[in-house]
């Protein structure tokens, strides 16, 4: 059974750093990219950008572009989501997904909560 | 980027009934790469329809997907109560990928 499950919430400080994390099981990890996602409280879907972890290839959306890093660490089928300084604007949920053979995200983790707060 | 518009925002409509989803793009979506996700509150997106048409493993047959180039409608055939929630249409045709803003499909 493919599952992707992700790190538990965290409550942050604005300024202070945060790495968010993505496990995968049930498929070959190195063969298929990997999606995030965030989501904003009560509003929609956001795609954040993509990796591969075989080669860790990186694709990130023009909107994320600087503001996150995404990386992977094939040998523990993990895929990592990163803030260098959280802003009170990062406060969503964030999901990981898998990206299917013809590009489709048909497996998604269940969700990551970040809250930064003062 | 490919901005995806979907209406209505909000579709009320009783069980039984049938449900007609619009996602319009503003250039056309290479290959009718096209997906739609319905998401319930707290849960993870589900994967229902890609490639505009093909329903994703486990979707009942009273979900399906048409359109090609820049419209793009999500059915479903006869509403159960489980189906209310919110979709979302994603184009990954063109990049960067994109979402569109969501339907929230209520119970009339």
């Known amino acids: 059974e493919v599952q992707l499950v992700q790190s538990g919430a965290e409550l942050k400080k604005p300024g202070e750093s945060l790495k968010i994390s993505c496990k995968g099981s049930?498929?070959?990890?190195?063969?298929?990219?990997i999606g995030w996602v965030r989501q904003m409280p009560g509003k929609g879907l956001e795609w954040m950008g993509i990796?591969?972890?075989?080669?860790?290839?990186?694709r990130y959306s023009p909107s994320f572009q600087g503001q996150v890093t995404i990386s992977a660490d094939k040998s523990i089928r993990t895929a990592y989501l990163q803030w260098n300084s959280l802003k009170a604007s990062d406060t969503a949920m964030y999901y990981c997904?898998?990206?299917?053979?013809?590009?489709?995200?048909?497996?998604w983790g269940q969700g990551t909560l970040v809250t930064v707060s003062s | 980027e490919t901005v995806l518009t979907q209406s209505p925002g909000t579709l009320s409509l009783s069980p039984g009934e049938r449900a007609t989803l619009s996602c319009r793009a503003s250039?056309?979506?290479?290959?009718?790469?096209l997906a739609w996700f319905q998401q319930k509150p707290g849960q993870a997106p589900r994967l229902l329809i890609y490639?505009?048409?093909s329903r994703a493993t486990g979707i009942p047959d009273r979900f399906s997907g048409s359109g090609s180039g820049t419209d793009f409608t999500l059915t479903i055939s006869r509403l159960e109560p489980e189906d209310f929630a919110v979709y979302y249409c994603?184009?990954?045709?063109?990049?960067?990928?994109?979402f569109g803003q969501g339907t929230k499909l209520e119970i009339k």
């Open positions: 997904a898998r990206r299917a053979t013809l590009g489709e995200l048909d497996y």
């Open positions: 049930g498929y070959t990890f190195t063969t298929y990219w």
């Open positions: 990796i591969y972890p075989d080669d860790s290839d990186i």
């Open positions: 250039q056309s979506v290479s290959s009718s790469l």
């Open positions: 490639g505009a048409s």
């Open positions: 994603q184009q990954y045709g063109n990049s960067p990928r994109t």
